[in-house]
């Protein structure tokens, strides 16, 4: 569910539920059969977020399990970035789960996706913040999964929040059925084989494409619809993918390389974890900041201009 955090009118829907011990300030967001509200504790007026979700008659558990995994994995994980969750109930009917409550950290702010246009230091600022959150979640074993612009809320300080571990799993898993998200999926999710560190890599660095160029980097299910996708026999000849400086001539090769680094086809050709990524992120930052040549990696290239 894309979590855009704009406030609406309580009016513009039905009537909000009750969560007992809260009071519903407004709606944030909603998606096909869920709903985020902003609630404030009654006792102590601590502002939180409420996601409803109600299991339509006619459809399977999969959008309460989504939650139920979003609560099991947040629980074991205390980083700065990435969004807490505080509590879950289930209100079940006939035996059956059919509503499911999660309170969580309130986060203010709008979605990379959402974001204004930003500066290519700032972009890449924000990359490296999620790279460390998600290093967080490496770091306790578990992988996002389903990272993309929608997945990263930005405040108005600059900070970010990493959202939706509803498709989290443990390293190593191989999930029953596909997961992801057609323009950010990686191959060994289409494939359904095991998923690893490398596997938020992709969708990290798929996720750098699109923010830098606009444009998304071809996978093995792309969306149609999408009129914003570089050519799409690409996904069956990944080399006839365009770096992004060749889309943007403002972006340094070197922030290209890494980005069609982190989108390789096979895992082990990808950065190995986040620490190397962020490594290399921090020398990019660096020498952009610093208004001297941006290197590739190894020292030879000579642009350094943010993209348009």
């Keep these: ?12 829907g039905s009537e909000p539920p009750e969560f007992p011990g809260y009071e519903i300030i407004r709606r944030l967001g909603y998606g096909a059969a869920s709903v985020i509200y902003s609630v404030k504790n009654k006792k102590n007026g601590q502002i939180c977020a409420l996601k409803h979700v109600i299991r339509p008659e006619d459809q399977d558990a999969r959008l309460i399990e989504q939650v139920e995994n979003e609560f099991r994995v947040g629980k074991k994980i205390d980083h700065p970035y990435i969004r807490k969750v505080y509590e879950i109930e289930r209100r079940k009917k006939r035996l059956r789960t059919k509503e499911v409550f999660m309170l969580m950290e309130y986060c203010p702010g709008v979605s990379l996706e959402q974001s204004p246009s930003r500066s290519l230091l700032d972009v890449l600022l924000i990359f490296r913040m999620v ?3 998600l290093n967080g979640m490496h770091s306790h074993g578990f992988i996002h999964c389903d990272m993309k612009p929608n997945n990263i809320i930005i405040n108005d300080n600059g900070g970010i929040r990493i959202i939706d571990l509803g498709q989290s799993c443990h390293t190593g898993t191989v999930k029953p059925r596909i997961q992801g998200t057609p323009d950010y999926i990686a191959p060994e999710q289409v494939k359904r084989k095991p998923l690893n560190i490398r596997t938020d890599v992709f969708n990290l660095g798929a996720t750098m494409y699109w923010a830098l160029t606009g444009k998304h980097v071809p996978t093995l299910i792309p969306a149609a619809s999408k009129l914003d996708r570089v050519d799409l026999a690409s996904a069956a000849d990944p080399n006839k993918t365009p770096s992004p400086h060749q ?4 972006i340094p ?7 069609m680094d982190c989108v390789k086809t096979e895992p082990k050709f990808r950065p190995s974890d986040m620490p190397t990524l962020i490594s290399r ?28």
């Design 253 to 259: 090769v070197g922030v290209s390389n890494l980005i």
């Design 281 to 308: 992120l921090d020398i990019l930052i660096h020498m952009i900041a610093g208004g001297r040549p941006t290197a590739n990696g190894n020292g030879s290239e000579k642009q350094n201009s943010s993209s348009d």
């Design 247 to 250: 889309l943007k001539s403002k």
């Design 1 to 12: 569910m894309a979590e855009l955090f704009r406030t609406t009118n309580l009016t513009l």
């Design 131 to 133: 790279a460390d959150g």
